[in-house]
């Protein structure tokens, strides 16, 4: 794996993450208290979100060598 894919790698996890965090948030957040919260549902929205993030991702990353798309970055580039 080349290097600028490596990089696409890392960034489009941490944004898949930071995704995750917000929709648990607010799926958390939209609980009554603590006690409330449906822990499965805020668990499987931040997972689909993520996955969501991660699909989105494909078409390119903006922090990543100019915006290049997965694909093109597997090639070492266009």
Wanted: proline content about 4%; aromatic content about 2%; cysteine-free.
């Amino acid at each position: 794996m080349n290097d600028n894919a490596k990089q696409w790698l890392r960034a489009a996890a941490i944004r898949a993450a930071k995704t995750a965090a917000q929709a648990a948030i607010g799926t958390i957040g939209a609980s009554t208290a603590l006690g409330a919260v449906d822990w499965p549902l805020a668990a499987s929205a931040a997972a689909l979100a993520a996955i969501a993030s991660l699909l989105t991702s494909i078409g390119g990353l903006p922090e990543v060598d100019g915006g290049s798309t997965l694909p093109s970055l597997a090639k070492g580039g266009e």
